[in-house]
């Protein structure tokens, strides 16, 4: 079975800052997307940024960015010049390569932004 | 698009009640899946959907829980009878062949009191 983990319950950054959240994921199948999603206290899911297992360049999307090693089944988001909007819970989903698949989600990590 | 739509957002009743979630998807989509999320457990997957047939049921926590997807813009999710320890956020989510996300409703937050 897949499973992900975050190892950083709470991270805290200041406003302009840059943070990386971390997150590792287990898996043995070689067809898998990689997500992030951000929960602010609306409780609304947004995805923020995804990967695709098969592409080596890592994904980007504005201020946020990610740093994909497959072999050490990494995925870690990295917020460049957080703003107070950043502040959420932040979630680590896999999904298996068919779209008609379940996501499998991290913990979570709770991100601060402080003025 | 409006977006996945569910109701109601709020839902508070006594242990032993039934309780019904409805899940609109968005339009064209032909996988729907449920979720919860609770403190302790974090996001869990209960049942998915594809073409309106169940896929995979197997985080339906008990025979108190049921799902049906009558036809390919609505779902509900039933708890007959409800227990304090559904209390939860209750997502519905969907998505097609060829788009790489799942878009979330707003959830629907459950208290059983």
């Known amino acids: 079975a897949q499973t992900v983990t975050q190892s950083q319950p709470e991270m805290s950054v200041q406003e302009a800052e840059t943070v990386t959240l971390s997150c590792t994921y287990d898996?043995?199948?070689?067809?898998?997307?990689l997500f992030w999603y951000k929960q602010p206290p609306s409780r609304q899911m947004i995805l923020v940024i995804r990967?695709?297992?098969?592409?080596?360049q890592n994904a980007t999307e504005n201020r946020f960015s990610v740093n994909f090693q497959k072999a050490a089944k990494s995925f870690s988001l990295k917020i460049s010049d957080s703003q107070l909007g950043d502040a959420a819970m932040y979630f680590c989903?896999?999904?298996?390569?068919?779209?008609?698949?379940?996501?499998?989600f991290g913990e979570g990590t709770q991100l601060t932004v402080n003025p | 698009d409006a977006g996945v739509i569910q109701s109601p957002r709020h839902e508070v009743t006594e242990m032993g009640q039934e309780v019904t979630l409805r899940c609109k998807p968005i339009?064209?989509?032909?996988?729907l899946f449920w979720y919860r999320q609770t403190m302790m457990r974090g996001l869990e997957l209960l049942i998915y959907?594809?073409?309106?047939?169940?896929?995979?049921d197997s985080g339906m926590p008990e025979d108190r829980f049921s799902a049906k997807m009558p036809n390919a813009s609505f779902s509900t999710l039933k708890i007959q009878p409800s227990e304090p320890r559904d209390s939860a956020v209750y997502f519905c989510?969907?998505?097609?062949?060829?788009?790489?996300?799942?878009?979330f409703g707003p959830g629907t937050r459950l208290t059983v009191l």
């Open positions: 989510a969907s998505t097609s062949a060829g788009v790489g996300e799942q878009f």
């Open positions: 989903a896999y999904r298996r390569g068919r779209s008609g698949s379940r996501l499998t």
């Open positions: 959907f594809n073409n309106n047939v169940p896929i995979d």
């Open positions: 990967q695709e297992a098969y592409k080596q």
């Open positions: 339009s064209g989509h032909n996988s």
């Open positions: 898996t043995s199948e070689s067809d898998y997307y």
